[in-house]
């Protein structure tokens, strides 16, 4: 049983794989693609998969955040806005982090990220910041 990527699995279902099968051959396999970097350690996808990692955990504090809402009312949502906030500009961002990374592996050594850990650092602070200020100011 071969991976989804290749499109045989679907096509064991015959009854609607005929449209499916069409599609999947005109998607080209990731076997016909091009590679993006010649690392056998896969470091830019390792560094991908920390800061999905990272999205998660922010979405986990700010569901947690919201289940303050009924005893700290609307003060309970500004630990939540500043960790969907994080969330969105580690989106925003990862796209031309994992490309600079990659880059680097056939250019020059590329050197740690310092402002990305400063930012991250001062948003978990802020949050943390923010969620004193919540039980602190409605006490």
């Keep these: ?8 699995w679907w096509q064991a279902y015959s009854d609607w794989a005929s449209p499916l099968s069409a599609f999947c051959s005109s998607v080209q ?10 690392d056998p350690g896969l470091q830019p996808e390792r560094t991908s998969l920390s800061w999905h990692r990272t999205q998660a955990s922010l979405i986990i504090v700010s569901v947690l955040f919201v289940r303050w809402y009924p005893t700290w009312g609307a003060f ?3 630990p939540v806005a500043l960790a969907c906030t994080t969330t969105l500009a580690i989106s925003a961002t990862q796209r031309r982090r994992y490309e600079r990374s990659c880059a680097s ?8 990220d310092i402002g990305g850990a400063i930012a991250i650092a001062a948003s978990c602070a802020a949050i943390g910041a923010a969620g004193t200020a919540v039980l602190l100011v409605t006490a």
Excluded: Q, Y
């Design 1 to 8: 049983m071969d991976d989804l990527c290749g499109c045989r």
């Design 105 to 112: 592996i056939a250019a020059a050594p590329l050197g740690p």
């Design 29 to 38: 396999r990731s076997s016909e693609m091009p590679p993006l970097h010649s």
């Design 76 to 78: 309970a949502f500004a």
